[in-house]
């Protein structure tokens, strides 16, 4: 089975454009996560999706950041205008929730899209 | 503020040594998961551990809870130098449940 697979892999751009990083997660699941990980903050988590809705997006740092999931294979975490602060590593995390309200379950992470804002 | 800290902040023993990481939080969960994190890869699972659980192990994995200290200990034991990683503790909250809190991760190194 393939994981969850995330693209591109690395980007590099310019302050102000707008960068647009993708999931695909596993098969079968129904819970999304958008991470970002930099040394300063560690693995942060900016919002999360079950069944292709939004469940909190407190994370998300401000409003030039999006998030969007249009069906349960696809998600898209948009940066616009994008900033050097926003340099970092953003992961894209994977679950199968049985029961909400028992607590958390494994999360499957992407490999990752290593972000650079020159 | 994190709900995870993880002690100490890099770990370096010898091959065939035991490690043991610790993890402290805050509020009162529902879990606690172990994870990996390779150099420049994503993060691996290694281990759930429930509040009503006190100890779990899994291969040369061993987890330990102490709710009443907001404690969690991982021992890996016998280390090999793939063991070589950075690991962290991810705590949930009673409220919010599938929202994964983590800690800045201790650094292991296994040298030959």
């Known amino acids: 089975d393939a994981g969850v697979i995330q693209s591109p892999r690395h980007e590099v751009t310019e302050m102000g454009q707008e960068v647009t990083l993708r999931c695909k997660p596993i098969s079968g699941h129904n819970s999304l996560f958008w991470y970002r990980q930099t040394m300063m903050r560690g693995l942060e988590l900016l919002i999360y999706?079950?069944?292709?809705?939004?469940?909190?997006d407190s994370g998300m740092p401000e409003d030039r950041f999006s998030a969007k999931m249009p069906n349960a294979s696809f998600s898209t975490l948009k940066i616009q205008p994008s900033e050097p602060r926003d340099s970092a590593v953003y992961f894209c995390?994977?679950?199968?929730?049985?029961?909400?309200?028992?607590?958390?379950?494994?999360?499957?992470f992407g490999p990752g899209t290593r972000l650079t804002v020159t | 503020s994190q709900q995870g800290e993880e002690d100490p902040q890099a770990l370096s023993i010898q091959e065939g040594e035991n490690a043991t990481m610790n993890c402290s939080y805050k509020?009162?969960?529902?879990?606690l998961q172990w994870y990996r994190q390779n150099s420049g890869r994503g993060l691996v699972h290694l281990i759930l551990i429930r509040s009503n659980e006190r100890e779990k192990h899994s291969g040369r994995l061993r987890v330990t809870l102490d709710t009443s200290k907001k404690s969690s200990s991982l021992l890996i034991t016998a280390s090999r130098a793939a063991d070589t990683a950075s690991y962290f503790c991810?705590?949930?909250?009673?409220?919010?449940?599938?929202?994964?809190?983590f800690g800045q991760g201790t650094r292991l190194t296994i040298n030959p």
């Open positions: 509020t009162s969960i529902n879990n």
């Open positions: 995390a994977s679950s199968l929730i049985v029961l909400w309200a028992s607590g958390s379950y494994e999360q499957y």
């Open positions: 999706f079950n069944n292709n809705v939004p469940i909190d």
């Open positions: 991810a705590t949930d909250a009673i409220q919010g449940a599938q929202k994964l809190v």
